[in-house]
């Protein structure tokens, strides 16, 4: 985290040169006032103000760098893009050996997107980011799965009449599961646990049970 401290008669003038010094514009820093100027007597022994400017952290630039650089001390360096979809951002990572990021139904890309958001809201000065990796549009072939998994079990939950429970998944994977079951008269779904190991509970609902 970049900061700077500066001398300059006036708060302002100490701010702007702490700007001009730093690179960067007063909306993307913070800023201290360490001593206010004062004015002497006949202008004699008047004190300076002094300041210190802190840089805020870029939480998209922290969580670019962070992949980047666990990525390839994992031996498989990826390209990164990004683009925003309503509420959160979404990560697209590629590469040659990219399945080794994804994992067993996508358990290490969960990992690292858990990773990837701490790491990229670690600053509290900064404004909060939601995250979401994707790895060669496998977020999409997995949503096609976890609607076939939500139908499946809505229908056991049916015809046992017994909630079931479904594995751990991160929110934007649970959020798939209700989705895809709210309109399901017969079944009503709830998330319950602590993250990571939040998981979708699907129960009967009273009408199913008569």
Do not use: C
């Not at 080794?100 to 139904?105: A, D, P, Q, T």
């Amino acid at each position: 985290m970049k900061k700077v401290q500066v001398t300059g008669k006036t708060v302002e003038e100490a701010v702007e040169a702490a700007l001009e010094q730093l690179q960067t514009s007063k909306d993307q820093v913070e800023v201290s006032i360490l001593e206010d100027s004062k004015k002497g007597f006949f202008g004699l022994g008047g004190k300076p103000a002094v300041v210190e400017v802190t840089v805020k952290a870029d939480p998209v630039k922290t969580a670019i760098d962070y992949l980047q650089d666990v990525t390839s001390k994992m031996g498989v360096p990826v390209t990164i893009t990004q683009r925003q979809e309503n509420d959160h951002l979404v990560l697209d990572l590629s590469g040659d050996k990219i399945a080794i990021l994804i994992g067993k139904r996508g358990q290490t890309l969960n990992a690292l997107q858990l990773l990837t958001n701490m790491v990229a809201n670690s600053d509290p000065a900064s404004k909060h980011v939601k995250i979401v990796l994707d790895a060669e549009n496998y977020r999409t072939r997995r949503q096609e799965s976890l609607e076939r998994l939500a139908e499946h079990s809505a229908q056991k939950v049916y015809f046992t009449k017994k909630s079931f429970a479904l594995e751990p998944m991160p929110a934007n994977e649970r959020k798939v599961i209700h989705l895809a079951l709210k309109e399901n008269r017969d079944v009503e779904t709830t998330s319950e646990g602590i993250e990571p190991f939040r998981k979708v509970v699907i129960r009967p609902t009273s009408s199913s049970k008569k």
